[in-house]
């Protein structure tokens, strides 16, 4: 008994020891895979964090531009609540004839006014807000450049690009651009549109700024991958940046038609927006507006909310050929995608020139519009340029492949070992 003992307790204390190294050892393979790990996760880190620098601090100055928007619609509301008691004053004042004497009607004056000053106050806020935020982008600009010589800038001249922009090919291969095939399906929808009234018209001003924020996403999310994901020089990144910087300035001033067409157009607006007993006496020809169209939806906002479905989706992993030249493919459709949604405002421009019964300061600044998109455009038709230079060398091998050129490919983990 005493022996049986002796071995079990023999045993344990080998298998203590056993474990005790096999611990050790599993410690110490542990301890330098991590070591190897972190040695080659550290580069990669401290490049990527350097490469979003400038997004990091342009996604900075909008949060800080939505909370002083935020700030606006609190003043703004307060602001309508303090007038509020005299709108109620006035407004009970001025129908007292008419709960007296049927001789007189019921008029709304003075119910207008909270909502009046709370639309100045939160424009002005916001349009100060606005400001502020595109002149802190534009400080952040920076050009595309290396070492050896400069390959890129931001446009100075806004009537730099004035003609239709090539969609000629000009990387061998068979990639098309994703941007630029989802972009030409927005000018397609607005050219066949036709608005039937004018409140369907009020409803792509509307959207028109939500359009360019849509193809800006789109834009942004190039810009992140190129930051993050893409193997691409970090000035790519920059450079794409600055793409979406110049579209969000062009939809913050976009931001501005609106609210211009409903001040220009007051009395027309009230007219469809609050319609006395009978209104439609007043209609020209007689024709009978349709009232349900004040409510429809931007159809260029929602032809351009796919293009940021479809793109953000997008990715040139698994493709047959260089998944690095589809990105460039992605590059060089940018200008021609950006034409596209141009061409469509074009569009609603020159309808609000020539057709729409609109003030002609509407119809220019749907044109200033163009104008910003027309600088988006030149910055970016310099991304391609840019990216076969600052690429030229993996660009070279892709398209005039050496013999057995296979033998260079990368590992798809990048060379980490466990």
Known sequence: ??????????????????????????????????????????????????????LRRRAYARLRHYLRLAAAAFFATVAALAVMPASLFVGIVANIPAAVSKRFRFTNTGISWPGRVARKVFGKLADASRRRLNSQLADMATPITTDAEHVGHVCDDPGATTGPVTEEPTMKGEHVSVFATSAEEVANAYAAYDPPAMAAVAAEYK???????????????????????????PAMAEGVSQVSQVLEATAAYADDIEPTFRTVHEHDVMRLENPRVNEHWWNVGGIDGDGALWATASV???????????????????MDDSAAMAVGAEYEGLPVGLEHLADAVTSLATRSADTYPVDPCIAEMVADVVHGLRKAISAAMELQPAFRRLHSEEIDHNENPRNGEHMWAAPKNGGASA
């Open 1 to 54: 008994m005493a022996a049986a003992q002796g071995r079990a307790a023999r045993l344990a204390a080998s298998a203590g020891e056993r474990l005790a190294r096999w611990r050790e050892r599993a410690g110490t393979w542990l301890r330098a895979w991590g070591a190897k790990a972190w040695a080659w996760m550290k580069p990669k880190l401290a490049w990527a964090w350097g490469a979003t620098k400038g």
């Open 207 to 233: 959207g028109l700024p939500d359009a360019i924020r849509f193809v800006n996403d789109a834009v942004m999310a190039l810009a992140e991958n190129s930051a993050t994901i893409y193997p691409m020089d």
């Open 300 to 318: 260029l906002a929602t032809a351009a909310e796919e293009v940021r479905g479809v793109y953000q989706s997008w990715s040139p992993e698994g």
